[in-house]
């Protein structure tokens, strides 16, 4: 006989597994409950499902729309920017959503995925006049709420058809900003030299929640940026054998502190949305510390804890990352890509996203108030 003690032990340790193991998309998961008819996403790599490869040359000449992208879980390259599914994927569950640019006849009823590898949240032209080059699409924030407009006018007879519509939506306005960062960071300028565009970032960000609203959403999830200290790719670059520069986790510190800054100002920027649509749920999405869990429960989630620092697909260097040579056709992937957090040293395995996922559900659940 099992006592009565051990059965209350064990099913509260199903709940809370239940809780950190949101596992295949297609069980029943926490947000159900809340019945999203449709979520918009916004975005870049973290959440693209499709457009860049399919958007122009370029990106179809992207490592993204080859293998092994993709060859866990679809075993073939679909644009998503990792070995499987994205967290997007697991918030959604099937089906999937469909990129804007998809080439076939996609079935938007549940939403549609705007988000495009390698954009900005401030307009390329603007990110010029500061010297910064986005080299992999025009698609910043603008460009995707352009398509959004499209998109609703299309669907929606009148405005206010939309705001009926949209009532049980969600719409996931970002992770954006990390590339704007990136593309200052990675060639050279100085992190206080970077900080100065951290308003006008968070700006855009604001203005894109604006827009949203204006189209009819009420429930919006706006996402921060990761410890980029954490990046094998940041890593690499900014290595160095000053010991004094990493923190507990062997990240960059100062990096990861930048990373702060960046989601302290968007927080700040919540709070006045917040005051101004009052009857408007707005959520941060703290991919900060939800990815800071994966790395200080890396053990207890079956990581590899020799090489959390490691990407899976890539080569060279303490980080098996090189900056010349990215993953892509020919470079080696590790045996067991559920036991690393990072895919190619820029973004995560989709084991990775799944847990992250959990967490930020766990996190978010309750301040989503869909039970209302
Ligand atoms: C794999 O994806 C490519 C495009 O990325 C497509 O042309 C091809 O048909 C797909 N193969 C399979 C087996 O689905
Ligand atoms: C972005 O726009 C500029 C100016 O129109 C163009 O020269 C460039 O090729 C575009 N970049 C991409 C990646 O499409
Ligand atoms: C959508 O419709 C509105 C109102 O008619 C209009 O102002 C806007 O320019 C349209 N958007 C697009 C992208 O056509
Ligand atoms: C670290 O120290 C080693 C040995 O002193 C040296 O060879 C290497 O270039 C240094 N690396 C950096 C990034 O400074
Ligand atoms: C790193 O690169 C090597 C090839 O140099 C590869 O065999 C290995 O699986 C990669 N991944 C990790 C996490 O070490």
């Known amino acids: 006989m099992v006592s009565g003690r051990v059965l209350l032990f064990l099913s509260m340790f199903i709940v809370s597994l239940s809780f950190v193991f949101v596992s295949h998309p297609c069980n029943a998961h926490p947000l159900k409950i809340c019945n999203f008819h449709e979520i918009y996403q916004l975005g870049d790599s973290i959440s693209d499902t499709g457009n860049l490869i399919h958007e122009n040359p370029i990106g179809a000449a992207t490592p993204f729309a080859h293998l092994p992208y993709g060859e866990t879980f679809f075993k073939n390259a679909t644009g998503r920017c990792s070995n499987g599914l994205l967290m997007i994927d697991y918030i959604a569950g099937l089906p999937f959503l469909n990129p804007y640019k998809s080439t076939d006849d996609a079935d938007f009823r549940h939403g549609v995925n705007f988000a495009v590898a ?17 080299p992999v699409t025009n698609s910043s924030l603008s460009v995707q709420l352009g398509w959004m407009s499209t998109h609703f006018n299309s669907t929606c007879k009148t405005r206010g058809d939309c705001v009926e519509k949209l009532k049980n939506s969600l719409f996931m306005v970002g992770e954006i900003g990390g590339n704007d960062y ?9 992190i206080e030299e970077v ?40 890593l690499t670059r900014f290595q160095t054998n000053d010991t004094a520069v990493y923190d507990e986790d062997q990240c960059l510190k100062e990096l990861n502190d930048f990373s702060k800054y960046h989601n302290d100002n968007l927080r700040r920027a919540i709070k006045d949305l917040k005051n101004e649509f009052p009857n408007v749920v707005i959520v941060y999405g703290d991919y900060y510390h939800a990815f800071r869990f994966l790395f200080q429960n890396a053990w207890y989630l079956g990581f590899d804890v020799m090489s959390l620092q490691k990407a899976c697909c890539g080569i060279g260097g303490n980080y098996n990352f090189s900056l010349t040579r ?25 084991e990775a996203y799944k847990f992250m996922t959990g967490w930020l559900i766990r996190n978010m659940l309750h301040k989503l108030q869909c039970s209302v």
């Open 118 to 134: 390698g954009s900005t949240a401030l307009p390329t032209e603007i990110l010029a006049s500061e010297n910064i080059l986005s």
């Open 182 to 190: 990136n593309y200052a960071l990675l060639p050279g300028k100085s």
């Open 195 to 234: 900080k100065k565009i951290v308003p006008n970032v968070v700006e855009a960000i604001k203005n894109a929640v604006r827009r949203v609203i204006h189209y009819g959403a009420v429930r919006v999830i706006v996402p921060g940026n990761f410890p980029i200290g954490c990046f094998p790719i940041y």
């Open 326 to 350: 990215m993953c892509g056709a020919g470079l080696p992937v590790c045996s067991n890509p559920n036991q690393h957090i990072s895919w190619d040293g820029v973004h995560l395995t989709q």
